[in-house]
């Protein structure tokens, strides 16, 4: 089910990813001091605590929790903060959502695209041959917005809604707020994609995405000709892969920030933040 041939990063390279961006943007999230946000936070952790009977790691990974905190502290270089430790445990499931996007139809050989139609958006690849990278970028880029904007939508609904929130069963907060989480997860195993040697090439130094690749051509390689295949070059620890793994990581980061920072701005404040990262992290040149 989880055979790397058809996941980009690996199934653990996205989890990674996941919690090393959490780690990052908790730790810059708790120092702007944004306290109505952080106690309702605080309080939808302690309701959905109750409800779990304990903290679920992500598939084929150590505890998530654990794996947060410990990316935290070797951050920040000291244990992480009761705050710090609260928004770990709410936002504990992300990594496993944003691994889980790779299991879909879409993604089965041979007859993925003939049951999910254009399903390598997700990917950010080239479903079709006769698909220029253009518009595949422009496809990508348009469904990671989508979703960004969606959870930065369900999260604030969640956190500004007054009325009995903390009332789970008859009370649409915390459903709410989940649903933001989920298309977070969504919009962020794309922006990882989009760095993933196998899916793009990127400029080294820059970053600047060059091309798009069409998934069938990079599924194999040709061991003849040197080229590697879709599993080797995601290998979080393929040489060629390294650089653009860092990267990853500093947009994982950056695009759950910008998401949690703003759940306390306006609409057009978080459209410009948003839109100006995503300009930043999906340059492309094509």
């Known amino acids: 089910m989880t055979h790397n041939l058809f996941l980009a990063w690996s199934w653990f390279g996205h989890g990674q990813l996941t919690e090393m961006g ?3 943007a908790i730790s810059q999230f708790v120092n702007l001091r944004k306290m109505f946000v952080l106690k309702r936070l605080k309080k939808f952790e302690a309701v ?7 903290t679920l790691g992500s598939p084929g990974f150590p505890p998530t929790e654990k794996e947060v905190n410990k ?3 070797d951050q920040e270089k000291h244990a992480p903060t009761g705050e710090e430790q609260s928004l770990v445990r709410l936002f504990s499931e992300l990594p496993s959502w944003v691994q889980e996007e790779d299991l879909h139809r879409g993604n089965i050989p041979k007859v993925g695209e003939w049951l999910e139609k254009d399903s390598q958006v997700r990917h950010y690849m080239r479903s ?5 990278p253009l518009e595949a970028h422009k496809k990508s880029k348009e469904y990671i917005w989508d979703h960004l904007f969606w959870a930065w939508s369900g999260m604030r609904k969640g956190v500004y809604h007054q009325s009995k929130w903390y009332d789970f069963i008859n009370d649409s907060s915390l459903d709410d707020f989940d649903e933001g989480v989920k298309h977070l997860a969504k919009a962020l195993h794309t922006i990882e994609d989009s760095y993933a040697p196998g899916h793009t090439k990127r400029a080294s130094g820059t970053g600047i995405i060059t091309d798009i690749y069409y998934w069938p051509d990079t599924k194999n390689g040709d061991k003849s000709k040197g080229i590697p295949s879709h599993e080797e070059l995601d290998n979080p620890g ?3 892969s390294k650089e653009f793994y860092a990267m990853a990581n500093n947009a994982t980061g950056a695009f759950i920030l910008c998401v949690l920072s703003n759940l306390d701005q306006d609409q057009s404040v978080y459209v410009k933040d948003c839109g100006d990262k995503l300009n930043i992290y999906l340059n492309a040149q094509l």
């Open 128 to 132: 079709y041959q006769n698909t220029t």
């Open 238 to 240: 393929n040489a060629k």
């Open 22 to 24: 959490l780690a990052f």
């Open 48 to 54: 959905q605590s109750a409800i779990e009977a304990d």
């Open 71 to 73: 990316f935290l502290e």
